[in-house]
């Protein structure tokens, strides 16, 4: 009787030891050998491991989701400003300028400003044996628009800067049209220049002093 009774709690205890189950995963029974999805679920796999081969994030959507949170911090529109200094010439003459541009960086690849300076065209006319310096110098107060290509540590650019000017010195009381296309590249904080700067006293066509000119610059702002 007895080793009936011992016989009967031995087939108990092996048939509650046989209904236990491995953990949940969703809705069924783990019921087959982990595989890589579930040792990622269940921390027994490097992380590293479980983002390059498919476990529950991929490299791609962790790459793209850290990308998106690094620049949710960086503001579209943010402050920006231009200290230059450089040279204007012509055939026989030239002269140093200098400029200032503030304005707003809007995303990467646009910069508005409001920039004014100074530039003088110093020309050396001999009548006879007379000497004449001429000293044409003139404040610009422009609209100044930059493109910008934003590569990693360089970002070339278009530039452009429309509007007028006041004549100085020899040029006093003479007003005008003014206007400054070039191209330029930002080498970190660095920035160079070059291209055609237009005059135009008095907005008449038949006296424009036609100049070219090159830059050297400070970027101050905008991010990196």
Known sequence: MKKLLLLFVFAALASVAGAQTLPTYGK???????????????????????????????????SSSSASSSLAGVPLV??????????????????????????ARVGRCFYAGLETGFGCVINVLKVLDLKYVIKSAYVPVALNLKGYIPLKFVRPYLNCSLGGFFGVL?????????????????????????????????FKTDNIAHLGYVKLGVRIGGGK
């Open 28 to 62: 069924n029974a783990l019921t087959r050998p982990l595989d890589r999805t579930d040792m990622c679920l269940y921390n027994t796999m490097p992380s590293a491991d479980c983002l390059a081969g498919g476990g529950l994030l991929s490299a791609s959507t962790f």
């Open 170 to 202: 020899d040029m006093k009381g003479i007003n005008g049209f003014y206007c400054q296309p070039g191209i330029g590249i930002d080498i970190f904080r660095f920035s160079l220049g070059v291209g055609y700067c237009g005059l135009l006293p008095d």
């Open 78 to 103: 943010r402050f920006q400003s231009y200290i230059n200094v450089g040279a204007v010439f012509q055939d026989g003459a030239g002269g140093p300028i200098a400029d200032v541009s503030f304005g």
